[in-house]
């Protein structure tokens, strides 16, 4: 596959990109290059390999899931600008 000017003028416009003919210029053999490093990995045969993420193996560390009361509530009152019966109290919204 090739690039010419009108192909990068549609990308440009698709993307939204203002650029100038001499950009447009300096952008054909650019994109040309980067379609021709895909088209080499398309070559590479990749059966038998298994998909991954990541390059190193990642495990994710996970803590034991308990449900607590957080025991801080006299804690986390103590920020709040008005408390009343243990909750934050909020003023009244009527309309």
Do not use: C
């Not at 090739?2 to 053999?29: M, Q």
């Amino acid at each position: 596959m090739s690039v010419d000017t009108a192909t990068v003028r549609h990308i440009a416009k698709l993307a939204r990109i203002a650029v100038n003919d001499r950009e447009v210029d300096a952008l054909v053999p650019e994109l040309n290059n980067i379609l021709g490093w895909v088209e080499q990995l398309q070559e590479v045969d990749v059966s038998g390999v298994e998909p991954m993420t990541a390059v190193i193996p990642n495990k994710q560390r996970l803590r034991k899931d308990e449900v607590t009361d957080g025991a801080i509530r006299d804690k986390v009152l103590s920020n709040a600008p008005v408390a009343e019966h243990g909750f934050f109290a909020v003023p009244k919204v009527i309309e």
